[in-house]
Nanobody, 114 residues
Framework: QVQLVESGGGLVQTGGSLRLSCAAS????????MAWYRQAPGNERELVAM???????VYGDSVKGRFTGSRDNAKKTIYLQMNNLKPEDTAVYYC????????WGQGTQVTVSS
């Protein structure tokens, strides 16, 4: 089993910044790609940032230029630095990993006030 624990969410004003973290633990035998997704009420879950084992990152169109994904393989942790936040970034942010199957974290709420 794999466990993913997100942290760092909260309430921030428009234009502010937050940094999310996701720590993985359990039966992880490779250095898998990990990702951030988000889901706002009434919307489908969408990709925010996919981070490969080497740290290369692919971003969703709506966050390009504002969000930066990174990882620390030794700590089995990924990060999401979110700058210039907008009200439309308000969502629950989930961490994802594939180690033979998909695993999801419990999510962390990000709320951006206008």
């Amino acid at each position: 089993q794999v466990q993913l624990v997100e942290s760092g969410g909260g309430l921030v004003q428009t234009g502010g910044s937050l940094r999310l973290s996701c720590a993985a633990s359990g039966s992880i035998f490779t250095t898998p790609a990990m990702a951030w997704y988000r889901q706002a009420p009434g919307n489908e879950r969408e990709l925010v940032a996919m981070i490969t084992s080497t740290g290369s990152t692919v971003y969703g169109d709506s966050v390009k230029g504002r969000f930066t994904g990174s990882r620390d393989n030794a700590k089995k942790t990924i990060y999401l630095q979110m700058n210039n936040l907008k009200p439309e970034d308000t969502a629950v942010y989930y961490c994802w990993l594939n180690e033979g199957r998909s695993y999801w974290g419990q999510g962390t709420q990000v709320t951006v006030s206008s």
